[in-house]
């Protein structure tokens, strides 16, 4: 008999068993796919326990939670799902939209669960405790559409984000253990302000703080009136104008902002050194006087400048491309120490064969500016008269010093403790002229025999 035959005289219970048995299977599929969309499905939930109301978002939900209030009700808007609640006076429960009475309410706890969150609670005034959970979480600062002035900072005991918004405050308790992964604030159009007090310690949220000040003329103060030296203060800009990136570090901790749309900054939180990144293109770097006397200012190309004060030292990192950097400031701006700012050092970076570095003299002062080879493209200048940061340098390639002959100011070179063969060449001019040199030919300094970067001068008597 044949396999077909044999399926033929099959008697009909067989069949109708197995199609039972698959009914039954997929039914059983349905009902637990059914009931894990009911789980993912399920609306957050607004509680109340004593004076704490505690929002619980829903599984698998990107949460776009906003929090506000006024004379009577705490406002609850979650555009990413709906909000159900039996809390007493409430109105809107399974909305998006849900209102609950303010009085008797002291705190309030947000937990936004395993996706990519944001969260503004701007102009509440009971503390605000974030549960973050999975993803990528953000608290949201924004801007009223007006000339907005923000605030950022610890409180007292460095636990709890203060952020402030045109003199409305509001507390995020337990930033640190929050899971919060960045601060977001989002000016807008207007003139605005967004001031970063590192008084009581670093805001030090992973993903850093991300400002953007919109349309409008706007600014960056980082500022520190207590607490412990900062150890290190660096600024990136670029790629495009308004862009960069700071950071801050001290004490274990370590402060990242990104911006953008930004037009000034202004840095005079206490740190041990200030470094300044160039971009990759042939940079024109200036370092001169900032808005006042005691605050020095360094721009690279049209790029937002840095305004600083109460560093010990500069550091200007040009990175790659033909750069020119130009230091001219007439004062010494305030140290971290006493005695101002103590030292500026330019790194030229690659290629190695054409950045130039300026130093300028002071004018109406006597300067004595004395050049110190050390390495091929390296060394040191010393102002043996004025009040000047002494600069040192490396992969540089040409060196000009800039001083004023009615000042009756000089430069000069000195040679390693090895044998050198220093050239001098008159220049054009009375007041200028060039040197060049193979320094330490026997090696006395174990880095010779090297080239000495060349140096022109202008303005010596």
Not at 322 to 350: A, E, F
């Amino acid at each position: 008999m044949s396999r077909n035959w044999l399926g033929h005289l099959a008697p009909p219970w067989a069949s109708r068993r197995r199609q039972e048995t698959k009914i039954r299977r997929v039914r059983h599929h349905r009902k637990g796919s059914l009931e894990r969309l009911e789980d993912r499905l399920a609306p957050a939930t607004l509680t109340l326990s004593g004076a704490l109301v505690t929002y619980t978002a829903g599984d698998g939900v990107a949460n776009n939670l906003t929090l506000s209030r006024n004379a009577t009700q705490y406002i609850f808007n979650d555009t990413s799902e709906t909000i159900t609640t039996a809390i007493p006076g409430s109105a809107g429960s399974g909305t998006n939209t849900v209102t609950i009475p303010v009085v008797g309410v002291t705190e309030l706890s947000v937990s936004v669960l395993d996706q990519d969150d944001r969260v503004d609670a701007s102009g509440v005034s009971a503390p605000v405790n974030i549960l973050g959970g999975a993803g990528d979480d953000t608290i949201s600062v924004p801007g009223s559409g007006g000339n907005d002035t923000f605030s950022l900072a610890l409180s007292g005991g460095g636990t709890n984000l203060v952020a402030t918004v045109n003199g409305v405050t509001t507390t995020y308790a337990n930033i640190g253990g929050s899971s919060v992964e960045q601060i977001a604030v989002e000016a807008g159009p207007g003139n605005d302000s967004l001031t970063v007090d590192s008084s009581n310690g670093l805001l030090a949220v992973p993903n850093g703080i991300a400002y953007d000040g919109g349309t409008g003329f706007d600014g960056l103060t980082l500022q520190q009136t207590g607490g412990p030296t900062l150890t290190s203060d660096t600024y990136i800009v670029g790629p495009a104008a308004g862009v960069g990136t700071s950071t801050l570090v001290g004490s274990g901790s370590t402060q990242t902002i990104t911006f953008q749309n930004l037009e000034p900054m202004l840095d005079t939180a206490p740190a041990a050194t200030l470094t300044v990144f160039g971009t990759n293109a042939a940079n024109a770097i200036n370092y001169t006087q900032g808005s006042v006397a005691s605050n020095g200012l360094v721009s690279v190309d049209n790029q937002e400048p840095i305004e600083f004060s109460n560093k010990d030292n500069l550091v200007i990192n040009a990175g790659p491309g033909d750069d020119v950097i130009n230091l001219n400031n007439p004062n010494r701006p305030t140290g971290s120490t006493p005695g101002g700012l103590k030292t500026i050092t330019v790194n030229g970076g690659d290629p190695t064969a054409s950045d130039e570095l300026i130093v300028n003299g002071l004018a109406g002062q006597l300067d004595n500016l004395r050049y110190l080879p050390s390495a091929v493209g390296a060394g040191t200048v010393i102002n043996d008269n004025a009040p000047q940061p002494n600069v040192n340098f490396t992969t540089v390639e040409r060196l000009r010093l800039v001083v004023q002959q009615a000042d009756g100011d000089g430069v000069r070179v000195d040679g390693t403790t090895g044998n050198d063969a220093i050239e001098f060449f008159h220049g054009l001019t009375s007041d200028s002229g060039a040197f060049v040199g193979t320094m330490d030919q026997n090696n006395a300094t174990g880095v010779g025999p090297f080239t000495m970067t060349p140096m022109s001068f202008t303005g010596a008597s």
